[in-house]
C-alpha cells in the first residue's frame, strides 16, 4: 500500500499526533579538544543532519551571534557551544567537507549565521527545502514536512529560549539534537519515495480552494 502524504499538511492536525522523541546519545561539546574528536567521529559517518540555534532577540536592533551548531549521525548528536569555543579549526574542517553530506532545513539562514562567526567555503551541504518539492510537498517547515511523512509531533516549545545560557538544560539538549537528526530522516525518506514512487501525493483540499 502507498505512503499517503499532502501537498500541504492541515497544521492543525499537527496537535493530535504523537510527540516524537530523540532516541539517541546528545553530547555537548565545550572545548577545542572535545571537538576535534567529535569531528573526527562525525566525518567517519556516511550522512548528517545538521542544524543551528541563536539566541532569540526581543528588542528592536539587538542581534545575537550563533550560539549553538547541532550536528548528528543516525544515532548520536554533538551540540557545539559556539558562544564558548568559536568555530575552531576542526569544526572549519566539518563545514567545508565534502565527502560527508550534511542534510539541513533552510540552510542559507544556518551558513549565513555562521559564516558571520568565521568565514568559510561552504562543503556538501543539502537543503530538504530544495529536494521536498521532487515528490510534490510544497510545506517547507521541518514541523509540517515531519508530520507529513512520518506522522510524528516536533515539538518547538525551546525554540525561543536562551541558547548563550551558561548551562543548557535538557529540553534545549533534547529540542536541538531533534532538528539535527530529524533532517537524515527526512532526507532518506524524500529519497525513498522519490526513487520507489510508492506514494499517493492527496491535493489539501484548502489549498486548492485558495488558489480558484
Known amino acids: 500500500m502507498k505512503k499517503i502524504i499532502y501537498n500541504k499538511f492541515d497544521k492543525k ?8 522523541n530523540f532516541p539517541g546519545k546528545i553530547i555537548v561539546i565545550v ?5 576535534e574528536r567529535a569531528v573526527d567521529y562525525l566525518l567517519s559517518s556516511d550522512i548528517l543532519g ?3 540555534e541563536t539566541r532569540p532577540s526581543f528588542r528592536k536592533g539587538e542581534t545575537h551571534k550563533v550560539s549553538l551548531l547541532q550536528v548528528a549521525t543516525r544515532t548520536t548528536c554533538f551540540l557545539f557551544r559556539l558562544n564558548y569555543i568559536g568555530i575552531t579549526p576542526a569544526i572549519l574542517r566539518l563545514l567545508e567537507n565534502r565527502e560527508v553530506p550534511m ?3 533552510s540552510l542559507h539562514d544556518d551558513i549565513l549565521s555562521l559564516r558571520k562567526r568565521t ?3 561552504p562543503g556538501m551541504f543539502i537543503d530538504l527545502q530544495n529536494i521536498v518539492g521532487d515528490i510534490g510537498i510544497e510545506d517547507l517547515s521541518l514541523q509540517k514536512l515531519y508530520a507529513n511523512l512520518f506522522h510524528q509531533k516536533i515539538s518547538k516549545r525551546q525554540r525561543l529560549t536562551n541558547w548563550d545560557s551558561d548551562v543548557l538544560n535538557d529540553k534545549q539538549k533534547v529540542y536541538a539534537a531533534l532538528d539535527a537528526w530529524a533532517c537524515i530522516n ?8 522519490k526513487n520507489s514512487k510508492d506514494y499517493c501525493l492527496t491535493i489539501n483540499k484548502e489549498t486548492e480552494k485558495d488558489i480558484i
Do not use: H, M, N
Not at 492536525?13 to 516524537?20: D, H, K, N, Q
Not at 527526512?186 to 519515495?193: G, K, N, Q, S
Open 186 to 193: 527526512l532526507y532518506e525518506e524524500i529519497c525513498r519515495l
Open 13 to 20: 492536525a499537527i496537535t493530535e499526533l504523537p510527540l516524537l
Open 50 to 52: 545538521i542544524d543551528t
Open 119 to 121: 568565514e568559510f567555503k
Open 31 to 35: 572545548s577545542e579538544g572535545e571537538a
Open 103 to 105: 542534510v539541513g532545513l
